[in-house]
């Protein structure tokens, strides 16, 4: 693959199954990556910053962010920042966002990353949202991409263009399983799970959407789970 130095992109990476597709689709678009990972008080915040680091080191990104955002912890709101709030086992409910939902994170973190672009003179941000497949969170739709994307130009130097891309929006689990095996995306190192850090839990919406997408796809995920 030939690199284009002067094509920059900012990609949002987890280090997460989704946002790590995302970025190697990224970087098979020859542009050259600029990875920022956010420490927001999520349970599981120390495993998904080492799989964060593992990722960048495979795609062999000079230049990362790790951007602390401890508020999310102080408004709560979710399970994912709020210990007082119990991680559903239950699995997805369809037209009811589940209380995983960090309010407006996806927002929060493609502001953030439109300054860092805006600085970078990125022409591009990667984020892994799914919308066909996922937990129904409303700030992972196409709509409110293209919307926010405008709100980021209109709001930036008129020199700063800056295109969103969603490579995942309206694929299943199944076909970003898929998709990221032929890539040769290192599954691996990334970590999906919302409750636990040494042996992912298996029965949380994010463990339950991923494995559902590696049973479809007949494959066998290489992470380790509880109980397995």
Known sequence: MKHNFDKKAVVILSGGMDSTLSSYIAKNSGYELIAIHFNYGQRTQDRELKAFRDICQELNVLNKYEIDIPFFSQIGASALTDKTIEVPTSGVEKGIVPVTYVPFRNGIFLSIASAIAEKENASAMYIGVVQEDSSGYPDCTDTFIKSIEKA??????????????????????????????????????????????????????????????????????PIKYKGN
């Open 152 to 221: 980021i130009n209109e709001g930036t130097k008129e020199q700063t263009k800056i295109q969103i891309v969603t490579p995942l929006v309206h694929l299943s689990k199944k076909e970003i399983v898929q998709e990221a095996i032929k890539l040769n995306v290192p599954l691996n190192l990334t970590w999906s799970c919302y409750k636990e850090e040494i042996e992912a839990c298996g029965v949380c919406d994010s463990c339950r959407l991923r494995l559902n997408g590696f049973f479809e796809a007949n494959q066998q995920d």
